[in-house]
């Protein structure tokens, strides 16, 4: 699938306040799918820093949408499970979320999920997603 595809799945399959998150799909591969969320003052904590609750959310929808990718299409999910560890404070860049499918099964999949601020070379962020496949 196209990054333009995935992005449509975004658009259409999605609650509204993910979509003010501004996620934009950069990259889409076989098993990987890149999705940018733009920094923005409104997703700040006290002290400026990117919150916690944004990436998470992020790397939430940014895998759902790998799965989509790797399915070839929308495909109904639930999020099982996420683990979150945060290495880094980010402020004032926009964050690459990486997401690597691990295992894709016919009822669940696995992924492994990096947020790194644009310009950095180490994570900010890793996470660890297991999701229902319901259909």
């Known amino acids: 699938m196209s990054p333009a595809a995935v992005e449509a799945i975004l658009r259409a399959s999605f609650a509204p306040w ?3 998150l501004g996620l934009r799909v950069e990259e889409v591969g076989e098993r990987r799918t890149v999705v940018r969320l733009p920094w923005s003052g409104e997703l700040a904590r006290e002290g400026g820093g990117l919150s916690g609750q ?3 959310a992020a790397a939430d929808t940014a895998t759902a949408l790998a799965i989509c990718a790797a399915r070839g299409g929308f495909v109904p999910m639930t999020t099982v499970q996420q683990s979150t560890t945060f290495q880094r404070p980010v402020a004032g860049h926009d964050v690459l979320v990486d997401v690597r ?3 894709l099964g016919r009822t669940l999949a696995f992924a492994e999920v990096a ?3 644009e310009g950095a070379t180490e994570p900010a962020a890793r996470a660890s997603t297991v999701y229902a496949l319901l259909g």
Do not use: E, N
């Open 18 to 20: 993910v979509q003010r």
């Open 54 to 56: 944004a990436m998470m």
């Open 115 to 117: 947020l790194t601020a």
């Open 101 to 103: 499918i691990t295992k």
